[in-house]
């Protein structure tokens, strides 16, 4: 029951991380906050006796929860440190901490290790990855041409200042969509 709700969660928040890190370089402070908040859920229901994990209510519930803090914790602090060395970007670290709270139940080793072998294969397929950016930005922008009421703003491939690096939420949710699909339950 809990990979269902984390399922219907998570996917179309993914596919938003996707686009619009892809487009604009961005992961929104709005939708990670989303997703803790309905993360936080969970616990919280438990203990009225509802939601997937209501069958933990006690000490098997705390024990997942504070399991699931220490790796989003961890995560958190190495991705400060990341950061503050400029080699990831906020939002990806914010990121990353929150789907390790999401997906510590089901496999946070497997989504750590998938999420580093997809931003190395995109490390490899980097010009690949550019076309891709231009092309989808190119797309983007003639849907917001013929519907111009949606006030679309430019992707920033298309921009003067066109980022240098990878949009690590590609990677962010690679491995979070393998570990959905594939959860090793802990």
């Known amino acids: ?10 996917l179309p928040a993914l596919a938003w991380v996707i686009c619009s890190d ?8 709005t939708l990670v ?3 803790l908040a309905l993360w936080l859920l969970l616990p919280l229901a438990a203990l009225f006796g509802l939601g997937p ?6 000490n098997g ?3 997942q929860v504070l399991r699931a803090l220490c790796g989003a914790s961890i995560v958190l602090l190495v991705g400060f440190v990341l950061f503050s060395l400029g080699r990831v970007g906020a ?3 914010k990121l990353m901490a929150v789907m ?3 997906l510590s139940g089901l496999g946070l080793m497997s989504f750590l290790i998938v999420t580093a072998l997809a931003g190395g294969l995109l490390a490899l397929g980097l010009p690949l990855l ?7 930005a190119q797309a983007w922008m003639k849907f917001g041409q013929r519907h111009p009421r949606l006030a679309i703003p430019t992707p920033m491939v298309l921009t003067e200042d066109c980022p240098q690096g990878i949009p690590y939420g590609l990677a962010i949710a690679a491995g979070a969509f393998y570990t959905l699909l594939f959860p090793i339950h802990s």
């Open 1 to 10: 029951m809990y990979t269902t709700y984390a399922m219907l969660v998570l």
């Open 53 to 58: 994990f209501a069958a933990l209510a006690g």
């Open 61 to 63: 519930l705390l024990y």
């Open 22 to 29: 892809l487009l604009y370089r961005r992961i929104h402070n």
């Open 33 to 35: 906050l989303i997703l």
């Open 91 to 93: 939002g990806d670290v």
């Open 130 to 136: 550019t076309m891709l950016e231009g092309f989808c």
């Open 100 to 102: 390790c709270l999401w």
